[in-house]
Structures are given as structure tokens and as C-alpha cells.
């Protein structure tokens, strides 16, 4: 009997070896299946109007704004507030059966509540914050090739420029502008720099561009944005970037979608890295420079400030490395040891003191 056990003991193990063995070939494949939808694009020719306050998760009208929330415990010195803040949410929606996520999706909204609530709070000490609500394209769309999925984010992108254009109506004139973005919202920050910012009356007023979990290629995007990359932590009107990985880092996945994202070549150009934890171009800095990370309590919707949790440094080609001893954040961590969904947290107190020090370089210039 006890030989038998032991048998059946071994057999389980064996499977799960070949279970796991084949997830990590196959997980790409499994991803794909569960989550690129099957039916063709489909166009919803309503516009959307953002001049009411419902059309926004935070806006300063808007009560119980999940912006302006600060981890318990966290106190800093009483900040300027005398910036306007444009947030774009990253993708929140993850249903499979049509392309872009319908306003009324009560699952992604709140989803998209607590991506606003962990990362646009980096920036609620540098003034008021606007995060419209928008159509995004569904997770499934970054998956795959299909040209359903290019329409499904061009949808997505009008969306962003119509609220963009109600931002700048009604935030006060004159005050300086800080433009953000994570994932999906940083994809059509993108092209909102290119398309509409660049040479706009407002670009002037820019204190700093935060394309964050999206990557930014020095050669072939730079030049269409119109703004540089940040080289130095008190450098105003310029642009900040970094992409997240624990070691070994498979960044295959993020090149493979974003070299084939347009016409325009970016295979193998290097990227922008701005170092979250100095505010500097590339380098690196020990687990000790960071003054918190947030760590998720249980789930995304609280979470604990934890000091010299991570280090990181920029590689080669512009990936932000944390080491192989990344903390457990949960079960939210990508194939690859992508920490993609963690990109704020990470570096949370550090990204809010530099936010600051560029707000502050931009008001003394």
C-alpha cells in the first residue's frame, strides 16, 4: 500500500513537471486562445461628449476621486499642486467577445478604478488630475496581428483625443501640463504626442511626458513626438520611460507586438530607459534607492508602502531590470517575468518625487 502511494505521489509530480513544462511552451498559444476575440471588428459610430463629469474616473469635480489616494502612512512635505495632469488608464478590459470595452462593462471599469487609484496617484501632488473613461481596445488585441486589432485601437484612440480636447478646454490656462500613460493609455499618448500636441499652442506648457510600460524607440519615435528623453532627474519638458522585467527576462512578447505596431522600422533600435529610481537616462541604482514600492494587500485595491523592496537598471536595449529576486506581488505577474502591471508600484514614492523635481525645474525655468 505504502508503494502504491508512493507511485501515485510520483506520477502527480510527473504530471504537473509536464503540465508546467507545456503551459510555459505553449502559454503565448493558450493566451491567444482565451483572449483574441473571433468575430470581426465592429464599429460603434457613437461619439463620445467629455464635457460631463461621468465621462471621467477622476476629474476635480468628481467626488471619491480614486486619484487622490495616498497609501496609508505615506507623508510628504505639502506640495505645489499648480500643474494639470491628462492620466490614460491602461487596458482593463479582458472579454473576449468584441474588440472594445463597452463604458457600461462594470468589470473593467472597476479594474480600470484601481489602475487609476495605484499609478495616476503618483501625480496628485503635482495638481489636479483628469483620467477619462474611454472605449479601450480589448487585451486580446495586443495578441495578435490582425488588422481587427489595429481598428479596434484606432477606435480606442479617438476616444482619448476627444477627451484630450475637453482637457484642455477646461483645465486652467497658463498652468503647466504633465501628460501620462500606462500600457495602452501610454500607446495613445503616443500618438496623441505625435498627431496633436507636437507643435500645439500648448506644448509650450508641458512640464513632463510619462510614457510608462509602453516602449519609446530614441530613433524612430523621438524625432515624431517633438520632445526629448529626460537625461537628467531636474530636467523639465521631456519625456519618461521604463518597462519593467525580474531576470531572466523574456522581452519577446512586448518587442514582437511593438516592432510590428506600424510601417516605421524599430527592430532592434534601442530604447528610451529612464531609471525611476534616480530619474536619470540608463545606469543603475541599488534596492536601497527606492523609498517605496507599493505591495498589493491581498489584491489590487489596497496596498502597503514598502522601502528598498527593488533596484533596477537599464540594459542595452532599454528593458528596466529589478533583479532575480523581485518581491511576490501576486498572481498578476506576466509570462516572461514581465512586471508590466507593476510599473508604478514598483517605483511608486520614487516616480512621485520626480514628478515633482521636473514640475519644480519647469516652474523656476
Same mark, same amino acid.
Given at each position: 500500500m505504502a508503494r502504491r502511494f508512493l507511485w501515485i505521489i510520483a506520477i502527480l509530480i510527473i504530471l504537473l513537471l509536464v503540465g508546467a513544462l507545456g503551459y510555459r511552451l505553449f502559454e503565448r498559444t493558450l493566451m491567444r486562445a482565451a483572449l483574441v476575440p473571433s468575430a470581426s471588428f465592429a464599429a460603434d459610430k457613437t461619439s463620445m461628449e467629455y464635457r460631463p463629469a461621468s465621462m471621467w474616473i477622476a476629474r476635480p469635480d468628481i467626488a471619491d476621486n480614486p486619484a487622490l489616494w495616498l497609501p496609508e502612512? %505615506?507623508?510628504?512635505?505639502?506640495?505645489?499642486? #499648480?500643474?494639470?495632469? %491628462? %492620466?490614460?488608464? =491602461?487596458?482593463?478590459?479582458?472579454?473576449?467577445?468584441?474588440?472594445?470595452? =463597452?463604458?457600461?462593462?462594470?468589470?473593467?471599469?472597476?479594474?480600470?478604478?484601481?489602475?487609476?487609484?495605484?499609478?495616476?496617484?503618483?501625480? #496628485?501632488?503635482?495638481?489636479?488630475?483628469?483620467? =477619462?473613461?474611454?472605449?479601450?481596445?480589448?487585451?486580446?488585441?495586443?495578441?495578435?496581428?490582425?488588422?481587427?486589432?489595429? +481598428?479596434?485601437?484606432?477606435?480606442?484612440?479617438?476616444?482619448?483625443?476627444?477627451?484630450?480636447?475637453?482637457?484642455?478646454?477646461?483645465?486652467?490656462?497658463?498652468?503647466?501640463?504633465?501628460?501620462?500613460?500606462?500600457?495602452?493609455?501610454?500607446?495613445?499618448?503616443?500618438?496623441?504626442l505625435a498627431e496633436r500636441v507636437k507643435g500645439s499652442p500648448e506644448a509650450g506648457r508641458i512640464a513632463a511626458i510619462y510614457i510608462v510600460g509602453w516602449p519609446v524607440s530614441i530613433p524612430v519615435d523621438l524625432p515624431r513626438f517633438g520632445f526629448p528623453a529626460c537625461a537628467a532627474p531636474d530636467q523639465s519638458g521631456c519625456i519618461v520611460s521604463w518597462q519593467s522585467f525580474a531576470e531572466p527576462a523574456d522581452?519577446?512578447?512586448?518587442?514582437?507586438?511593438?516592432?510590428?505596431?506600424?510601417?516605421?522600422?524599430?527592430?532592434?533600435?534601442? +530604447?528610451?530607459?529612464?531609471?525611476?529610481?534616480?530619474?536619470?537616462?540608463?545606469?543603475?541604482?541599488?534596492?536601497?534607492? #527606492?523609498?517605496?514600492?507599493?505591495?498589493?494587500?491581498?489584491?489590487?485595491?489596497?496596498?502597503?508602502?514598502?522601502?528598498?523592496?527593488? =533596484?533596477?537598471r537599464c540594459d542595452g536595449r532599454g528593458f528596466l531590470l529589478i533583479g532575480k529576486d523581485a518581491p511576490d506581488l501576486g498572481p498578476y505577474v506576466l509570462p516572461g517575468n514581465n512586471y508590466h502591471v507593476f510599473d508604478y508600484a514598483l517605483f511608486w514614492a520614487n516616480a512621485r518625487a520626480d514628478v515633482g523635481r521636473r514640475l519644480a525645474a519647469f516652474t523656476a525655468r
Amino acid at each position: 500500500m505504502a508503494r502504491r502511494f508512493l507511485w501515485i505521489i510520483a506520477i502527480l509530480i510527473i504530471l504537473l513537471l509536464v503540465g508546467a513544462l507545456g503551459y510555459r511552451l505553449f502559454e503565448r498559444t493558450l493566451m491567444r486562445a482565451a483572449l483574441v476575440p473571433s468575430a470581426s471588428f465592429a464599429a460603434d459610430k457613437t461619439s463620445m461628449e467629455y464635457r460631463p463629469a461621468s465621462m471621467w474616473i477622476a476629474r476635480p469635480d468628481i467626488a471619491d476621486n480614486p486619484a487622490l489616494w495616498l497609501p496609508e502612512g %505615506f507623508e510628504e512635505r505639502a506640495p505645489a499642486r #499648480n500643474a494639470s495632469v %491628462f %492620466f490614460i488608464h =491602461p487596458t482593463s478590459y479582458l472579454d473576449r467577445s468584441r474588440w472594445n470595452s =463597452p463604458l457600461e462593462d462594470a468589470d473593467s471599469q472597476q479594474r480600470a478604478r484601481l489602475f487609476v487609484r495605484s499609478q495616476a496617484s503618483v501625480f #496628485n501632488g503635482a495638481g489636479d488630475i483628469w483620467a =477619462p473613461k474611454y472605449r479601450q481596445a480589448t487585451f486580446g488585441a495586443f495578441l495578435t496581428r490582425r488588422e481587427d486589432a489595429a +481598428m479596434a485601437l484606432d477606435f480606442a484612440y479617438r476616444d482619448i483625443l476627444a477627451a484630450y480636447e475637453e482637457f484642455i478646454r477646461q483645465a486652467p490656462a497658463g498652468r503647466p501640463i504633465i501628460l501620462a500613460g500606462h500600457s495602452q493609455g501610454s500607446l495613445h499618448l503616443t500618438r496623441l504626442l505625435a498627431e496633436r500636441v507636437k507643435g500645439s499652442p500648448e506644448a509650450g506648457r508641458i512640464a513632463a511626458i510619462y510614457i510608462v510600460g509602453w516602449p519609446v524607440s530614441i530613433p524612430v519615435d523621438l524625432p515624431r513626438f517633438g520632445f526629448p528623453a529626460c537625461a537628467a532627474p531636474d530636467q523639465s519638458g521631456c519625456i519618461v520611460s521604463w518597462q519593467s522585467f525580474a531576470e531572466p527576462a523574456d522581452t519577446d512578447m512586448v518587442t514582437d507586438i511593438y516592432e510590428a505596431s506600424d510601417s516605421r522600422s524599430r527592430a532592434g533600435t534601442p +530604447m528610451v530607459c529612464t531609471n525611476p529610481l534616480t530619474g536619470a537616462a540608463g545606469g543603475a541604482a541599488g534596492a536601497a534607492a #527606492n523609498s517605496g514600492t507599493l505591495r498589493p494587500n491581498g489584491d489590487l485595491s489596497d496596498a502597503t508602502l514598502v522601502k528598498a523592496a527593488v =533596484p533596477a537598471r537599464c540594459d542595452g536595449r532599454g528593458f528596466l531590470l529589478i533583479g532575480k529576486d523581485a518581491p511576490d506581488l501576486g498572481p498578476y505577474v506576466l509570462p516572461g517575468n514581465n512586471y508590466h502591471v507593476f510599473d508604478y508600484a514598483l517605483f511608486w514614492a520614487n516616480a512621485r518625487a520626480d514628478v515633482g523635481r521636473r514640475l519644480a525645474a519647469f516652474t523656476a525655468r
